[in-house]
């Protein structure tokens, strides 16, 4: 889990995403695709990465996956 994690930014990551399914009023359940900011950073990739699979853990057979799509920032 994200408790013992080395990359701090992911928690950071991890709660400004809970934040943002707050305030649209979505739970994890419900969103099927995540655009990460792929800023080309390795370290801020693998903390977004952690911090999306913490956000949203593996699903039971028959839910739907939540699809991951990166535009990489200019």
Do not use: H, I, N
Not at 19 to 26: F, Q, S, T, Y
């Amino acid at each position: 889990g994200l408790a013992g994690s080395s990359m701090p930014g992911a928690l950071a990551v991890l709660e400004a995403s809970r934040e943002a399914l707050r305030e649209a009023g979505a739970t994890p359940e419900s969103v099927g695709l995540v655009e990460a900011s792929a800023d080309g950073s390795p370290r801020r990739d693998a903390e977004e990465a952690e911090a999306l699979q913490g956000l949203f853990p593996a699903r039971s057979d028959g839910e739907r996956p939540v699809a991951l799509s990166a535009r990489m920032r200019q």
